[in-house]
């Protein structure tokens, strides 16, 4: 029960409703998806701000983001990531105190203020600043984080005579002292010499600053260093309540002390910090989708706290770089494009086009400053690849709907062909010490020698796929730039993919899936149904090969043919909802094949536009959006992932699916009577239905922007360029309404 005060002091910040009507963070419940593995972070942030300020609980296994429902507090920190799985990072400079005290928090950007209520029977009142505490990770393999070393002192201002602290700390980069290296899940036994522990994207040494004033005179103490351990203690002997004021940057404690001045003025109160709060997440997030249909207070509930928990991360560092100064904007914390390609970053285009623009110029200033575009990035270091370079996806999207501005197309596409063309170097990830975990496109060797990834390189299947994919993006970029040469190049690889289907792989009726090739080129032996553990070291990462098997999506059609026409194709998606068909079990939920808690999976329930069950569609996703995802703590099938399941239901939510790269989103069922998505410029995408219940959701009829529509599908231009309308009629039973059977495989 100990964390009940927390998320209620959370809750406080951005669910005390002051004046309802237009206060959407009444539905926001910050400590949604914070257990079972969701991770989300539940404390007070702005929308991709640096402070993400929020309880850290010890119970002996990773709390991710800081926070568990269970444990004993370890304090209260102003760096975390939300919805991450992998392994902890941040939690840096805490706040720590005995139990009986009532903390309240708010942030701003870069600082993070908090009022302290002391017990009144405590005889002396006291704050700890740990410069040393971290989230510690008990996974083993080299992935916990290390506090190196800082400093903490009181400065006493000349002028005015009043004190602050202000330090520094850094983190990271040390070999284990502790023994910390236990045998992971038994794969990971047996090495030589334990790795560095630098957290999950094992960054390099990295630094934050600090910069803390109390709004009352105190006692302070400083402790620097046996523990090792530098703490700042202020004592108050007849004091009840005490505000802390504390800013951070990651370039000097003077720009921490900067910071804190200018976002948090003395005297500046909690309330109009909260207010602040609540007004930049209504105003810059969830204010740009609206709904008048308030019948269902569930429906309402997940749709905002959906958008909240999908725009806590990346922050936007921008003038905090320590590592190179440059005019463009700096994003950190991207966990990972792997996970975020699908259904967030085309989400976030729409929601927040300002910084989502920024953080495509990011993707490109870190090509030009580190040499590579970033799948996962933080603390300001490239990692973790987990399958090919997925950046070259979003910028695909970005480009084909229309995103200029200030992105710079040239250095852009330079850097789409860094991952095409050159190889990383190998950083020995003791997880895969096949190739570059790092950055780029670690099997590039044998994708440019044979055009396929043999089983030299480790996750070969599941990379091949995604390197096809990545290639298509860059031909969608080639040929908008007309550049022919390489437009025609990257189509061909495109379809590389191919080279990877093995036509005597077999599962009941259905033959040929994608499968790993040996060496000498030759198939390897390999069950549609088993991945063996499906991670670092395996053909496969983190989905079956009957899953990854769908996941051609710029080239459906020849998918289509090759699993022997659309009566199969059907026939197959539907084998992916089977519950007990996966027997194996690799993937919990009602043993299906379908993963309804893993990015690889995200498009399945889609495809069934492509094969004139547009029906089908609205029945499995609906269904597994509506088994797995709710607006309560347990309420995701497995990690939010940086908010990439949260964007995923908000698609199913708004009846439509974005395919990534291309201009096309295909037709699904809408949950509420209206919604409008506020597209910026006064332009809006008015989406209606009639006739909807929870037992009538499917498609009878739709018109978009007033025409008779017969698509399963809708363009880019169609919907979101100029806004418009989508009038839909629903109903219990399904109608083949969707009678036009052509559609987008560029690729083909
Ligand atoms: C640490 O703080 C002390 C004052 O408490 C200061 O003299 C010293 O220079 C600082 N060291 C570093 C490395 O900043
Ligand atoms: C660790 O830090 C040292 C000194 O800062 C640096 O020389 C070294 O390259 C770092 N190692 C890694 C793996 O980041
Ligand atoms: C409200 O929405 C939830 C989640 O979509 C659903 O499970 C529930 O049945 C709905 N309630 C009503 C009364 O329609
Ligand atoms: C990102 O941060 C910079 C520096 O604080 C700021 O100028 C910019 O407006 C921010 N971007 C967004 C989208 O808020
Ligand atoms: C496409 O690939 C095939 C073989 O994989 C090759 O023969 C052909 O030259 C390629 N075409 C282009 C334009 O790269």
């Not at 009444?26 to 400590?31: A, G, H, I, S």
């Not at 002028?159 to 899940?185: A, I, M, T």
């Not at 390099?204 to 046996?226: L, M, R, S």
Request: aromatic share 12%; with cysteine; glycine share 10%.
């Amino acid at each position: 029960m100990r964390t009940s005060g927390v998320v209620a002091a959370s809750a406080l910040v951005l669910n005390n409703a002051a004046s309802a009507a237009q206060d959407l963070t009444n539905y926001v419940l910050p400590d949604a998806r914070t257990i079972n593995g969701g991770n989300t972070f539940p404390g007070v942030s702005l929308p991709f701000g640096i402070i993400k300020l929020g309880p850290d609980l010890y119970t002996g296994s990773d709390s991710y983001s800081g926070y568990q429902a269970t444990g004993s507090f370890t304090g209260f920190s102003l760096l975390h990531e939300s919805g991450t799985g992998g392994a902890p990072k941040y939690g840096r400079v805490a706040d720590a105190r005995g139990s009986g005290t009532t903390r309240e928090m708010s942030a701003t950007h870069r600082a993070g203020l908090y009022s302290y209520t002391f017990p009144e029977d405590s005889t002396s009142s006291n704050v700890v600043v740990d410069v040393s505490h971290v989230l510690p990770s008990f996974r083993g393999q080299g992935l916990g984080q290390s506090y190196l070393g800082g400093n903490i002192s009181v400065i006493e201002d000349p002028q005015s005579g009043s004190l602050h602290y202000e330090g520094f700390g850094s983190y990271d980069n040390v070999s284990s002292p502790l023994g910390l290296f236990k045998q992971g899940r038994g794969r990971y036994s047996g090495y030589a010499n334990p790795p560095l522990l630098q957290g999950w994207n094992r960054a390099p040494k990295w630094t934050v600053y600090f910069c803390g004033h109390f709004d009352n005179e105190a006692t302070y103490k400083t402790f620097v260093g046996t523990k090792p351990l530098e703490t700042e203690l202020a004592s108050y002997d007849d004091t009840l309540s005490v505000t802390s004021r504390v800013g951070v940057s990651f370039l000097s404690t003077n720009q921490a002390c900067k910071n804190v001045n200018e976002e948090m003025p003395r005297d500046i109160s909690l309330a109009t910090l909260e207010e602040n709060v609540k007004k930049a997440w209504n105003e810059r997030i969830l204010s740009k989708i609206t709904t008048t249909d308030t019948t269902n207070n569930t429906n309402l509930q997940l749709l905002y706290t959906s958008l909240y928990h999908m725009n806590i991360i990346p922050t936007n560092k921008t003038g905090e770089n320590p590592i190179w100064s440059s005019s463009e904007p700096y994003y950190d914390d991207t966990f990972t494009l792997w996970d975020l390609f699908r259904c967030t970053t085309s989400l976030f285009h729409i929601i927040e086009p300002v910084a989502y623009e920024e953080f495509i110029r990011s993707l490109v200033d870190i090509w030009r400053h580190d040499g590579f575009m970033p799948d996962g990035r933080s603390s300001f270091s490239n990692g973790v690849t987990q399958g090919g370079s997925n950046a070259d996806n979003v910028l695909a999207d970005a480009y084909v709907k229309g995103v200029r501005g200030a992105v710079d197309w040239e250095d852009a596409f330079k850097a789409m062909v860094t991952d095409a063309e050159t190889g990383p170097p190998n950083n020995n990830n003791p997880r895969d010490r096949s190739a570059s975990t790092k950055e780029g496109r670690g099997a590039l060797p044998d994708w440019l020698e044979h055009g396929y990834i043999t089983t030299k390189y480790k996750r070969s299947v599941s990379q091949a796929v995604e390197y096809s994919a990545n290639d298509f993006g860059l031909y969608q970029v080639a040929s908008g730039m007309e550049k022919a040469d390489e437009a025609s190049r990257y189509l061909n690889r495109s379809r590389n993919w191919r080279n990877q289907w093995n036509p005597d792989m077999k599962f009941q009726d259905f033959t040929g899936f994608l499968g790993p090739r040996n060496t000498d080129g030759t198939f390897k032996k390999q069950d549609p149904l088993s991945c063996g553990s499906c991670y670092w070291g395996d053909d496969y990462y983190q989905g079956l090969p009957i899953e990854y098997s769908f996941n051609a999506h710029h080239d459906i059609e020849h998918l289509v043919e090759l699993c022997g026409g659309t009566d199969a194709f059907v026939a197959r998606l539907e084998a992916m909802f089977t519950p007990g068909l996966n027997p194996s079990g690799e993937f919990k939920f009602s043993k299906m094949p379908f993963n309804p808690g893993n990015e690889p999976s995200f498009t399945t329930p889609f495809l069934f536009n492509y094969v004139g069950r547009q029906d089908l569609t609205v029945k499995y996703s609906r269904f597994n959006a509506k088994s797995y995802y709710q607006p309560t703590p347990g309420g995701l099938p497995g990690n939010s992932d940086a908010g990439a399941m949260e964007s995923w239901v908000l698609w199913v939510m708004l009846g439509l699916y974005p395919m990534t790269g291309q201009t096309t989103f295909l037709v699904g069922s809408p949950w509420f009577s209206d919604l409008t998505i506020h597209l910026g410029g006064g332009k809006e995408l008015h989406i209606t239905t009639a006739g909807g219940s929870e037992d009538a959701y499917y498609v009878q009829s739709l018109k978009v922007s007033g025409n008779t529509w017969v698509k399963a599908w809708v363009t880019w231009d169609d919907v979101f360029a100029n806004g418009g309308s989508m009038e839909y009629v629903l109903g219990s039973e399904p109608v083949n309404w969707a009678t036009d059977p052509t559609h987008p495989s560029p690729a083909t």
